[in-house]
């Protein structure tokens, strides 16, 4: 079931959100749904169980606030469809004009909706802004290597680099990091509201705000004056519809009340859907991981516990690699609709490799109660270790519960750990994860650019997404080298090194890499082409 390197790193996709500029609606969907009018007419409906944490770009990190950011916000650059090369989008040119200095020149006459200019300034302003408001749940780690940004007029814009030669960076203005907004709408020093910033209408992609109910309902209407790489969109506007149970999503996509259904349908939705004739399933390969993290701070033994050991804390982890069954999980919840993951890079990227399955459990993939026990022994830990598990039942997917019921089976039937497992709603979720609430907890992830980096850089090194006190610095130096490194074979070595130092200490635990899928009615063309694009070229389908 593995995938070719070449077929994975074209479509890598899904990794984003692709807009619904590519999602043409050329007739009624199947069942009487909501689209209207031919091509380049009519609107197009899609639903969701994902949410949104918040529209500032410097607060959220996730996809379900990146997915409408994608439809309203421009970019300096983004993923040309078909592609998952980061092109100019709003940006005229954009190049290394020497190792350590990437610039980008402003097509002319740019505005935002409210009738104010786009400028170099608000570009300055945005990137600016990330770093400096920092949000425990925004994307400042991406622009780690960043050290200045220059407007040297209205139209260029200087990106003064710490280290030579990054071979992502394009990319990153592509990413989570990258829409800019207006800086006389938006505050320097702090997070915006949804209902100021819609009030505002700070708005040069492809859609502005009609309407806004936050987690509700969301309309778009299509922006005359954008000028950006994804051209006009083939509809007249967009609605998304969010939903807390998907079986009420797939409800809607069976009675043609939406016309596609992206993140997040369960795999048995997806198996009965295959066998309706007014719908259409669609597949396609794509870069999510879903783990485990671990608090260095608060799981057992941790920095702050009252019987802290960091030996301990290692065993801890390295049994729990040890025992949990990722070939179960993948076949038994999800159908094969996931594959087991060995390394905190999915395999199929360039530079993927697979320590955990050498490392732990019995060498070919499967778990090893010997080993897990071997690991309390060597470092004097009593079993069962007490293990607060938290997990995520609506950001990804219902079956998240089927996922850890059976984690905390495996865990609790090898008699090493007793496990309170507990969830919670995304909202909450993703601001008390970062407040040292979860000890032992869920996350899923997908890249924001299509390079083996975003699976290392956003996680390992110093001020990480993470926020789980997690830092080495051999592993940090590994993933800086790999950064700037040039020669594509070097590049790949280090990139296996670093795979295997963060393999050894766990601050994450890797368990299962996964396609993507949408539902579409059976009249609604575009979902293939979709399904196609870069990892950045947004439906919705898909963050983290």
Same mark, same amino acid.
């Given at each position: 079931?593995?995938?070719?390197?070449?077929?994975?790193?074209?479509?890598?996709?899904?990794?984003?959100?692709?807009?619904?500029?590519?999602?043409?609606?050329?007739?009624?969907?199947?069942?009487?749904?909501?689209?209207?009018?031919?091509?380049?007419?009519?609107?197009?409906?899609?639903?969701?169980?994902?949410?949104?944490?918040?529209?500032?770009?410097?607060?959220?990190?996730?996809?379900?606030?990146?997915?409408?950011?994608?439809?309203?916000?421009?970019?300096?650059?983004?993923?040309?469809?078909?592609?998952?090369?980061?092109?100019?989008?709003?940006?005229?040119?954009?190049?290394?004009?020497?190792?350590?200095?990437?610039?980008?020149?402003?097509?002319?006459?740019?505005?935002?909706?409210?009738?104010?200019?786009?400028?170099?300034?608000?570009?300055?302003?945005?990137?600016?802004?990330?770093?400096?408001?920092?949000?425990?749940?925004?994307?400042?780690?991406?622009?780690?290597?960043?050290?200045?940004?220059?407007?040297?007029?209205?139209?260029?814009?200087?990106?003064?680099?710490?280290?030579?030669?990054?071979?992502?960076?394009?990319?990153?203005?592509?990413?989570?990091?990258?829409?800019?907004?207006?800086?006389?709408?938006?505050?320097?020093?702090?997070?915006?509201?949804?209902?100021?910033?819609?009030?505002?209408?700070?708005?040069?992609?492809?859609?502005?705000?009609?309407?806004?109910?936050?987690?509700?309902?969301?309309?778009?209407?299509?922006?005359?004056?954008?000028?950006?790489?994804?051209?006009?969109?083939?509809?007249?506007?967009?609605?998304?519809?969010?939903?807390?149970?998907?079986?009420?999503?797939?409800?809607?996509?069976? &009675?043609? #009340?939406? $016309?596609?259904? /992206?993140? @997040?349908?369960?795999?048995?939705? +997806?198996?009965?859907? *295959?066998?309706?004739? !007014?719908?259409?399933?669609?597949?396609?390969?794509?870069?999510?991981?879903?783990?485990?993290?671990?608090?260095?701070?608060?799981?057992?033994?941790?920095?702050?516990?009252?019987?802290?050991?960091?030996?301990?804390?290692?065993?801890?982890?390295?049994?729990?690699?040890?025992?949990?069954?990722?070939?179960?999980?993948?076949?038994?919840?999800?159908?094969?609709?996931?594959?087991?993951?060995?390394?905190?890079?999915?395999?199929?990227?360039?530079?993927?490799?697979?320590?955990?399955?050498?490392?732990?459990?019995?060498?070919?993939?499967?778990?090893?109660?010997?080993?897990?026990?071997?690991?309390?022994?060597?470092?004097?830990?009593?079993?069962?270790?007490?293990?607060?598990? &938290?997990? #995520?039942? $609506?950001?990804? /997917?219902? @079956?998240?519960?089927?996922?850890? +019921?059976?984690?905390? *089976?495996?865990?609790? !039937?090898?008699?090493?750990?007793?496990?309170?497992?507990?969830?919670?709603?995304?909202?909450?979720?993703?601001?008390?994860?970062?407040?040292?609430?979860?000890?032992?907890?869920?996350?899923?992830?997908?890249?924001?650019?299509?390079?083996?980096?975003?699976?290392?850089?956003?996680?390992?090194?110093?001020?990480?997404?993470?926020?789980?006190?997690?830092?080495?610095?051999?592993?940090?130096?590994?993933?800086?080298?790999?950064?700037?490194?040039?020669?594509?074979?070097?590049?790949?070595?280090?990139?296996?090194?670093?795979?295997?130092?963060?393999?050894?200490?766990?601050?994450?635990?890797?368990?299962?890499?996964?396609?993507?899928?949408?539902?579409?009615?059976?009249?609604?063309?575009?979902?293939?082409?979709?399904?196609?694009? @870069?990892?950045?070229?947004?439906?919705?389908?898909?963050?983290?």
């Amino acid at each position: 079931m593995a995938m070719n390197k070449k077929a994975l790193h074209s479509a890598i996709a899904l990794a984003g959100v692709s807009a619904f500029a590519l999602t043409a609606c050329t007739g009624p969907s199947g069942g009487g749904g909501t689209s209207t009018g031919g091509a380049g007419g009519g609107t197009i409906t899609y639903g969701t169980t994902d949410k949104v944490v918040t529209l500032d770009p410097a607060g959220s990190y996730d996809a379900g606030s990146f997915m409408v950011m994608n439809q309203i916000y421009p970019f300096l650059l983004n993923a040309k469809p078909g592609t998952a090369d980061a092109t100019p989008d709003i940006a005229e040119s954009a190049e290394f004009t020497s190792p350590t200095e990437y610039t980008v020149k402003l097509k002319s006459d740019l505005k935002f909706a409210n009738g104010h200019a786009l400028t170099s300034s608000d570009v300055k302003f945005s990137i600016d802004r990330v770093v400096s408001i920092a949000d425990p749940n925004g994307p400042a780690s991406l622009l780690g290597n960043l050290e200045s940004v220059t407007a040297k007029d209205d139209s260029t814009v200087v990106f003064k680099l710490k280290a030579g030669n990054d071979q992502v960076f394009p990319g990153v203005l592509a990413a989570n990091s990258g829409p800019i907004v207006d800086e006389e709408v938006f505050p320097a020093d702090k997070l915006m509201t949804d209902d100021e910033i819609v009030k505002g209408k700070p708005f040069a992609g492809p859609y502005t705000i009609d309407s806004y109910k936050k987690n509700e309902l969301v309309s778009l209407k299509v922006n005359p004056d954008y000028k950006g790489l994804l051209g006009k969109p083939a509809n007249d506007g967009a609605t998304i519809k969010y939903y807390a149970d998907s079986n009420n999503l797939k409800l809607d996509v069976q &009675q043609g #009340n939406i $016309d596609v259904a /992206g993140r @997040s349908l369960t795999a048995t939705d +997806a198996a009965d859907l *295959e066998k309706d004739s !007014k719908v259409k399933v669609h597949k396609g390969p794509g870069g999510e991981l879903r783990y485990i993290v671990f608090n260095f701070d608060t799981m057992p033994f941790g920095a702050k516990a009252a019987d802290a050991d960091p030996a301990k804390a290692l065993a801890v982890r390295q049994a729990m690699a040890n025992v949990v069954d990722r070939d179960a999980i993948a076949t038994q919840v999800y159908k094969g609709t996931y594959l087991p993951a060995y390394s905190v890079v999915p395999d199929g990227f360039v530079g993927a490799i697979q320590p955990l399955k050498e490392m732990y459990g019995d060498g070919s993939g499967k778990p090893s109660l010997d080993k897990a026990k071997k690991a309390f022994a060597d470092a004097g830990v009593t079993a069962p270790v007490n293990i607060k598990l &938290q997990y #995520n039942p $609506d950001h990804y /997917g219902k @079956s998240s519960g089927d996922e850890y +019921a059976m984690i905390k *089976e495996q865990l609790e !039937k090898s008699g090493l750990f007793k496990v309170d497992l507990q969830s919670t709603e995304w909202v909450t979720y993703s601001k008390d994860r970062t407040a040292d609430a979860y000890p032992v907890y869920q996350l899923g992830w997908f890249p924001d650019y299509s390079d083996a980096d975003n699976y290392l850089t956003p996680f390992f090194v110093p001020g990480n997404f993470l926020k789980n006190h997690y830092e080495n610095a051999s592993v940090t130096e590994l993933i800086k080298t790999q950064l700037t490194t040039v020669d594509k074979a070097e590049r790949e070595k280090v990139l296996g090194e670093a795979q295997t130092a963060v393999a050894k200490d766990l601050s994450t635990l890797p368990l299962l890499q996964g396609a993507q899928l949408m539902v579409a009615g059976k009249d609604v063309k575009g979902v293939e082409k979709t399904l196609d694009a @870069s990892f950045k070229t947004r439906l919705g389908v898909i963050s983290k």
